[in-house]
């Protein structure tokens, strides 16, 4: 069997196999083959790689699209670039202009690549203890950020719950066809025009009956369906059920749902479960619109007594007061609620007019109350939450029991209003006399800020003791006490009529600690160091401008008089 001659180049180390019978021309032509489709391959492979690095390139500037290897198959051996070759300089030239030709070219047409989850924020957390976040009751999504979601929270594990939604799924493909969802829509729609039909007839018959329409066939029909689903509830919980719900509920307290099998039938179980997985679906997918957001302030306004407030920062409340747009609150007891009617019906049972704990200032309308943490800690957390909403600096929120709290009120003929606070811890390592510091939006540039520094600096000299703010300030605070230092040391230096002045002097005259003196007097221009020593200079021009300001307010009664303070220091708590 004569034997077939192969192509020049066709084998895979690239040289020619041809048949020793060939005479001499054709070996020389097949030779002269082999080095074109050389070059020509050479040439390819050079434009692909050129190419290849172009794309690179513009990727990385563009950060369009993550890098791609170039289309087509690999190279083979035969295609490595010969540095030996005597035609790789026209080569690469080649390469060149062909990759100069191309660098222009337009790479927008190619899709943007979805970053896996680039909607989640892995430094979000879900609040229920030992969840790692990932899952979701509904089963569809890969990662959860709130209890409403948490299948750990619902007693469930992620398989659980993707596995369900798969069943559910395969179940809804299975029962509805294209063709069968048609006709059940044609066929509800022509009972729904024959139910109305009837209605309507029977209104005519009974013009009375519009308040008292007899339930429809369809109705009935569910609800007898109903009725018999519900029949097959179990008469009650056994006793080893009951124990195990209780040790449930003591091993896991709030942080995991309650155990509601057998509790109620499980038609109303399963109703239950999807009206869950349903609302924690559209609390998702409004978070992935960005319509909600985490570590953002949900609250916008709150309903305060007779104000509507808008607020400025995030603030812990529970998830399910969180997500909503606006608040209601009790400004007597500041309990917050969901939605108007609650409040009113709170406010007609309230018999709270004023915060709880000792009065212990009263001057007019203007009266300050003593709130210990511990004795009314649920009061105390809800003042702290509603600060938050003010603050960005506050971080305590729930452990209150270590605090005083100092509430200012403005009184009317319906009760003590809140005008402000500030806490103050009850051993305090560092003689800080406040440790947070707050006035009610409706109330600011009115006075009541200073008036709320200059009582925590009169309960110091009671003490006998030098007080100073708890740091760092917020920029709202840092004003505040500022212009109240700067006013106390200008009141001082008018009425000092000595000649020699010290730091220390000032400090037990006013109970302000010597550093903010210091700092203040450094602001105003007034500490000059002459000859080794640190002097005070009496500046009269800022006096009397002081004076004039002074005068120009007149008398006010946002002043604390001393003679009205009844207060002993706690001895020990």
């Not at 490595?80 to 790789?88: F, L, Q, V």
């Not at 007061?321 to 609620?337: D, H, I, P, S």
């Not at 960005?392 to 809140?418: I, Q, R, S």
């Not at 505040?480 to 006013?487: A, D, F, I, N």
Request: proline content about 4%; hydrophobic content about 30%; overall charge positive.
């Amino acid at each position: 069997m004569p034997r077939r001659k192969r192509n020049a180049g066709s084998s895979s180390d690239g040289t020619e196999d041809s048949d020793f019978s060939a005479d001499l021309e054709h070996t020389d032509s097949s030779e002269s083959d082999v080095n074109t489709r050389r070059n020509t391959r050479l040439t390819r492979a050079s434009v692909r790689l050129s190419q290849s690095s172009q794309d690179l390139k513009h990727a990385v500037d563009q950060d369009e699209s993550p890098p791609r290897t170039p289309t087509g198959n690999a190279p083979s051996s035969e295609s490595d670039i010969d540095i030996s070759s005597p035609n790789a300089s026209h080569d690469e030239s080649l390469a060149k202009d062909l990759s100069l030709k191309d660098s222009g070219s337009d790479l927008s047409h190619r899709p943007k690549r979805r970053r896996f989850h680039e909607s989640y924020n892995f430094n979000m957390k879900c609040p229920t203890p030992g969840c790692n976040s990932l899952g979701h009751l509904t089963g569809k999504h890969e990662r959860h950020f709130s209890i409403s979601g948490c299948p750990l929270y619902h007693n469930l594990s992620a398989d659980e719950c993707k596995t369900a939604n798969e069943k559910a799924e395969k179940t809804k493909g299975m029962t509805e066809s294209p063709n069968l969802c048609l006709q059940v829509r044609a066929n509800n729609r022509d009972k729904q025009v024959e139910e109305r039909t009837l209605s309507h007839r029977q209104d005519e018959n009974n013009r009375h009956a519009t308040r008292h329409q007899a339930p429809t066939e369809r109705q009935m029909r569910y609800k007898e369906k109903v009725t018999e689903l519900r029949k097959k509830r179990n008469a009650g919980l056994l006793k080893e059920q009951k124990e195990k719900y209780m040790e449930h509920r003591q091993t896991h307290g709030n942080t995991r749902e309650p155990l509601l099998e057998n509790i109620t039938s499980d038609y109303d179980l399963e109703l239950f479960r999807k009206a869950q997985a349903r609302a924690s679906d559209d609390l998702e997918k409004l978070r992935l619109q960005g319509q909600i957001t985490e570590g953002s302030n949900m609250i916008k306004t709150i309903l305060f007594g007779r104000y509507e407030l808008d607020t400025w920062y995030h603030s812990p409340y529970p998830e399910e007061y969180a997500r909503l747009g606006r608040l209601y609150m009790c400004e007597f007891c500041l309990k917050y609620m969901k939605s108007q009617t609650i409040l009113r019906r709170h406010m007609a049972k309230c018999v709270w007019k004023h915060p709880p704990g000792d009065e212990i200032y009263r001057k007019g309308a203007i009266s300050v109350f003593e709130v210990d943490g511990k004795k009314n800690k649920i009061y105390c957390q809800n003042l702290c939450l509603l600060a938050k909403l003010f603050l960005d600096h506050k971080t305590l929120y729930y452990d209150v029991e270590p605090f005083l709290f100092y509430v200012m009120t403005e009184a009317d003929n319906t009760g003590c209003h809140l005008v402000g606070y500030f806490s103050k811890e009850k051993n305090s390592f560092l003689n800080y006399n406040v440790s947070c510091i707050l006035t009610m939006p409706q109330y600011m540039r009115q006075g009541y800020g200073k008036m709320l520094i200059d009582f925590s600096y009169l309960l110091s000299k009671v003490e006998e003791k030098v007080g100073s703010p708890e740091r760092p300030l917020s920029d709202l605070g840092l004003i505040s006490y500022r212009s109240y230092w700067k006013e106390v040391l200008l009141r001082y230096l008018h009425n000092f009529q000595g000649k020699e002045i010290s730091v220390k002097e000032i400090s037990q005259e006013t109970a302000v600690n010597p550093v903010d003196i210091v700092s203040t007097l450094q602001s105003l221009q007034m500490l000059k160091y002459w000859k080794g020593k640190h002097l005070v200079l009496k500046r009269q021009d800022l006096i009397d401008e002081w004076l004039a300001k002074e005068a120009k307010r007149g008398s006010s009664n946002k002043i604390i008089d001393p003679s009205s303070l009844k207060w002993m220091p706690p001895k020990g708590t």
